[in-house]
């Protein structure tokens, strides 16, 4: 397991406990064939048809930020094990589809 950095690690009081405990009802996943996604660290592997992978990050004006996002072609003769297309570099969350978007309110 890996910590948060200084600067998005939740309010902890003197005992390391946090001081804003979760509420609300507890939440129940089932995926009965297993997850469809790994997890590690900051990358994500993420299979639904076709493999995407991505890195997250937070970005104080931007919020959640997706880095490095590719998918992975099926394998083919030239590339037994796929091949992996870059689809784009970084994308904001907060600013999708939407123009008028400020960091600065």
Do not use: C
């Amino acid at each position: 397991a890996r910590d948060n950095l200084p600067p998005m690690a939740p309010p902890m009081a003197a005992d390391g406990t946090p001081l804003y405990a979760p509420n609300g009802k507890p939440r129940v996943t089932s995926e009965p064939l297993g997850a469809n996604f790994v997890i590690d660290g900051y990358a994500v592997t993420y299979t639904a048809g076709v493999t995407w992978k991505f890195l997250l990050g937070f970005d104080p004006d931007g919020g959640l930020t997706l880095y490095h996002l590719r998918y992975v072609l099926p394998p083919s003769r030239a590339h037994p094990q796929g091949k992996e297309e870059q689809y784009l570099f970084r994308a904001y969350i907060p600013d999708f589809g939407t123009d008028y978007s400020a960091s600065n309110l």
